[in-house]
């Protein structure tokens, strides 16, 4: 199975050494991040160093070692689903499609999200961290 990572989750991983940060290594080769919304992390860098204590070269250091372990849907992929994704998002949150569409290169994916309203689409599985851990743990127990 393929998880394409939203940008917050990405974030919480970069702020905090946490058990999402631990997922994201331990489920490594399949995380993905759509390529076009590392600008979103970009963005938020100054928050994200603030909030973390950190400085710049720290959290580069932290950005370049959590993303060996995530790899990146190419926008050129994403593209061919991109109005899909649209027009599928465009009344619930329009600048969330890049998710759906980074999914739709892979039959199967899900989408890992802290974002409540992604679970209003119903063309993707969607779930937050403690969903994940839920999963993960019931896998555990197998």
Do not use: G
């Amino acid at each position: 199975m393929i998880i394409i990572l939203d940008s917050n989750v990405i974030i919480a991983a970069l702020i905090k050494d946490s058990i999402t940060r631990k997922i994201i290594i331990d489920l490594h080769p399949h995380i993905y991040f759509p390529e076009e919304m590392s600008k979103e992390i970009k963005k938020y860098k100054d928050i994200i160093k603030k909030k973390a204590k950190i400085n710049e070269q720290q959290f580069l250091e932290a950005y370049q070692k959590l993303f060996k372990y995530i790899k990146t849907v190419p926008n050129d992929d994403i593209l061919k689903y991109k109005e899909k994704a649209q027009r599928i998002m465009q009344e619930i949150d329009p600048k969330d499609h890049l998710l759906i569409a980074a999914s739709f290169c892979f039959p199967d994916s899900v989408i890992w999200s802290n974002d409540p309203h992604l679970k209003m689409q119903t063309k993707v599985n969607t779930f937050t961290t403690l969903e994940i851990i839920k999963k993960i743990k019931m896998f555990l127990e197998k």
